[in-house]
């Protein structure tokens, strides 16, 4: 019951790559999958006018298939803990499967260690998916390739983690990273140092770490949706001492200031680049 109250929140929570959206060159796709293990589907044309697409922390893995007719690949990408760039080809037409934040693919080859800040060939980590590799480069067409992997996906399921970290996972949701270890201990009934372990073998990462992820992705969300936000009261919001604090966290993990942040995002229309199937 407590798994499926996790995948129930992470398939609601629908991360948020901005400068992805904002480096196409034309409309971004999206399509939000069934499965609750997937957060969604997306396809997009990298711009040629775009110097640099940045990835900031989502707590997500991604399986990215460049579509180019000459040199197509697909790589895995594990969460980056900070704004890094995302190295797209200009010109090339991206595919992309974005996982549920903290779940990974049970048909990696890989742990998901080895997956955070890193980007692995598919092929490599996964040679059971050579087969949909070569359907979906070969596919033009978005809703195709959506369901090209949804088809694979089905006989798949995602990597299993422990009740405890699982517990820790939901609880971090819940309060948008703005948690204590020490909250988690006195929930559970488990020492700080035992959910550590746990949770690091699970998820490849603390729960420090995944807490502010979560937190850098709760107010980018926010910022994104909400018209007349302050960043005194988002701060306030998501336990930052002070505002100053929050300014600073959030241009670490996600490049820019808040204001700086929202003026790109209006000056280049965030939202009508967005087309959703």
């Keep these: 019951m407590l798994k499926d109250s996790v995948y129930d929140r992470v398939s609601g929570i629908h991360s948020k790559q901005p400068w992805f959206v904002l480096g196409a060159a034309r409309d971004f796709l999206l399509y939000h999958s069934d499965i609750p293990e997937i957060s969604h589907f997306y396809s997009f044309e990298a711009d040629p006018y775009t110097e640099q697409v940045l990835a900031i922390p989502d707590g997500c893995v991604d399986i990215l298939f460049d579509c180019d007719e000459c040199r197509p690949t697909a790589k895995v990408c594990g969460t980056t803990l900070e704004a890094t760039n995302a190295e797209f080809i200009h010109n090339h037409r991206y595919f992309g499967v974005r996982f549920a934040p903290g779940l990974t693919p049970d048909f990696l080859q890989a742990s998901a260690n080895e997956l955070i800040e890193h980007q692995l ?79 690091l073998a699970d998820m490849g990462m603390s729960p420090k770490a995944f807490s502010r992820i979560i937190r850098c992705q709760s107010a980018v969300y926010d910022l994104n949706h909400s018209k007349n936000v302050t960043f005194a009261d988002l701060a306030f919001d998501l336990g930052f001492s002070d ?20 003026h790109r995002v209006k000056q280049e229309a965030y939202v009508a680049r967005l087309r959703y199937f």
Excluded: M, W
């Excluded at 405890?164 to 270890?181: C, D, P, W």
């Excluded at 988690?184 to 746990?198: F, M, V």
């Design 243 to 262: 505002q100053s604090h929050f300014l600073r966290e959030f241009k670490k993990l996600v490049s820019v200031t808040p204001l700086d942040y929202l």
């Design 121 to 199: 060939n598919l092929l490599d980590v996964a040679p059971i998916a050579s087969i949909i590799f070569e359907q979906i480069i070969r596919c033009s067409v978005f809703a195709d390739q959506v369901a090209i992997f949804e088809k694979f996906y089905a006989n798949q399921c995602a990597r299993k983690s422990s009740k405890l970290t699982l517990f820790a996972v939901n609880e971090i949701f819940v309060h948008k990273g703005n948690i204590q270890i020490q909250d988690l201990a006195e929930s559970t009934g488990c020492s700080t140092r035992t959910i550590q372990r746990q949770f």
